[in-house]
């Protein structure tokens, strides 16, 4: 269009390519090529947050796939690795090769997130067993095993937006019961 033969007359992220985008995004706000431009300039800039907003508010985004990996992208940034693991499937499942990297990308860090959790929760499990009564003189007076329980926060994967995202249920967690601590 016209208003890409004005844009590429400015250096990709200077002021004049920004105005030209803005505007083109006020006549063609369903543009995907402007949405993803858009998008991108946000993310250059470290504006995670808003390229997500700006992405998940387009009415074309989720039907188009190069759209749908620069909301994986923008979902990585913004610290949300399951949508962004969600959004990288579906681009990649419409073909999009960066998407299948990005997704196997994401879902390593996924993975490196669960095992932190995992080492979190044991080392704390190591510091209540660490808990135990002593008499001055060192000698232990409580040998009986004890139970402890910890509750966490679920972490859900959702397919679902922020603007239509559920908030999540009152007492919804994972109880650990019962581990015996010595």
């Known amino acids: 269009t016209e208003m890409y033969k004005v844009a590429a007359s400015y250096e990709k992220g200077s002021p004049g390519y920004g105005k030209v985008m803005q505007v083109a995004a006020r006549y063609f706000p369903d543009a995907p090529a402007v949405l993803n431009d858009l998008a991108l300039e ?31 992208v923008a979902y990585a940034g913004a610290g949300e690795p399951y949508k962004a693991e969600d959004a990288f499937r579906r681009a990649a499942e419409a073909g999009v090769e960066e998407a299948r990297h990005n997704l196997t990308q994401v879902q390593g860090v996924i993975e490196q997130v669960k ?39 679920n972490i859900q994967k959702t397919v679902k937006s922020r603007a239509t995202g559920d908030a999540m249920k009152g007492g919804s967690q994972v109880a650990l019961e019962n581990f015996k601590v010595f």
């Open 115 to 153: 095992n932190l959790v995992l080492m979190a929760l044991v080392a704390t499990m190591g510091l209540v067993s660490c808990s135990k009564d002593e008499h001055e003189d060192g000698v232990k007076t409580d040998t009986m095993p004890k139970s402890v329980t910890i509750k966490l926060p």
């Open 42 to 72: 946000a993310m250059a800039k470290k504006e995670y947050d808003k390229a997500v907003q700006l992405l998940e508010y387009s009415k074309v985004t989720f039907s188009d796939s190069t759209l749908l990996n620069t909301l994986g």
